[in-house]
């Protein structure tokens, strides 16, 4: 029984408001059709139209598309437009820079190499004609910045083309006299001389040690072939001499008379064999002694060879580090050579003109952008409808809660 009356009461409720409506519908219908009068009447009559032109430009080269930013900052610049202003001999209270700039927008169009710039006005007819004439100004300018910055590069270039030439001068001038003063070919060619001294003193120290060598064999023999040797030899013989008669006799006398003596000989062979010994050693000693000296002689070419050397190699190091910095300081004068050729060569081509361009230029447009008469019209019926709504419930709150005179 108790959710029955709630419903109830809701039910009341709900029916009681719509009654409230029902009953006020002219008042509502009243403040709409006013809301919708004064809606058309301010569309129609009072607000005046806003038309938009818009005018597409491409930026072809890529020096040209990094400055995007600053392209938009200088379109929207007032003493850009007060030039397009001037330009196009417009009323100057009725279009002042400031006011201009309000109603001019310039954007990027996603991330391309356009820019859009869009003017707003109430003058369907004049506003293309300020479009293009914005387009217009701003390609003028955008090619004279390019040549501009085509003049400040080659003269920036020509700077630093004359700064490396006299770097280039100066290194040129000290690797000269570097080159005169270090005698780096005499050095050469000393050295080589050096070397080959130095390889003959080898040579020969070799073939010193070769017959050294064999020497010392063929002595070695001699003194094995001398220690077999005796200094002296033995002689036997008999006592009456050596008989000048036959072998025959000598026996029978040796046989009749046994006795013998004995004596001692030099022995030839020994003293040729020592002599032999002693010039072999002789000739060792010679040969030593040369060695000696030559070896001497050697470790002071060696030394010499060395420090020669030494000097070439640092010789040689300092050239080559002078012969790089040049190289190096040769290697940027060129290619400041090269991009001022390259800059002389576009400054005088054509493109350098053609860098900016109008792709779509603005045309008079044929409906404004504002006021929509519609749209304004269809918001006010809507609050006119909310509006009455809540006159009507005031209303009804007022007629309700006000006392009855007979009280």
Known sequence: MEEHNDYSGEEIDLRGLIEVLWRR?????????????????????????VYEASVLVELRFPEQIEKKEAYRLQIRDPYFLSQVIEKLQLDPQKYDPFSFREALNVEVPGNTNFLKITVKNGDSQKIAEVANAIASQFVDFAIYSTQEDVKKELLSLEEGMKEWQNKLDEIGRKKRDFLIQSDIETLERELEAKKVLWGSFQKDLLLLEVQKRELQATLEKAKEKLESEPPYLKLRQSAFGNLAGENITEGIISGLFPFRMESEVVNVVYNVLKEQAINLETQLSGIEARKKSMQETAREVQTELKNLEGTLLEKMVERDQIQGEYDSTLEIYNSFVRKYRENQVYSMSEEVNAGVRIVSPALPPQVPISPRKMLNIAIAGVLGIFVGIIAAFVVEYWKKTTPSPEK
């Open 25 to 49: 519908k002219w008042l509502i219908l009243a403040i709409v059709l006013v809301a919708v009068a004064v809606a058309g009447f301010f569309s129609f009559f009072v607000i005046s139209p």
